[in-house]
Nanobody
Framework: QVQFVESGGGLVQPGGSLRLSCAASGSIFNFYVMGWYRQAPGKQRELVARFTSGGNTNYADSVKGRFTISRDNAKKMVYLQMNSLKPEDTAVYYC?????????WGQGTQVTVSS
């Protein structure tokens, strides 16, 4: 069964940076169209960044120009580089396949942007 383990979150000041990592299991990881999602308190989970089936990337308007998604298929890893962080980026961040999640959602990694 596929599993995702997110890490790299923490407390950062506005304007700071973090790099999130997602470790995936599963023998066909290379074929997963992966995305990063986030869920803020009291809000629904939303997609923030993803790959397209053609290998390009797509970002939510709220993070465009600040976040970068990347992957290393050999290591079965997906990354999210987050720069110029804002308080509204505070959320628990998850990785999973897009558009349909597969397997259980991981525990996520908490990102808190605050001075």
């Amino acid at each position: 069964q596929v599993q995702f383990v997110e890490s790299g979150g923490g407390l950062v000041q506005p304007g700071g940076s973090l790099r999130l990592s997602c470790a995936a299991s599963g023998s066909i990881f290379n074929f997963y169209v992966m995305g990063w999602y986030r869920q803020a308190p009291g809000k629904q989970r939303e997609l923030v960044a993803r790959f397209t089936s053609g290998g390009n990337t797509n970002y939510a308007d709220s993070v465009k120009g600040r976040f970068t998604i990347s992957r290393d298929n050999a290591k079965k890893m997906v990354y999210l580089q987050m720069n110029s962080l804002k308080p509204e980026d505070t959320a628990v961040y998850y990785c999973n396949q897009y558009p349909t999640a597969i397997g259980p959602w991981g525990q996520g990694t908490q990102v808190t942007v605050s001075s």
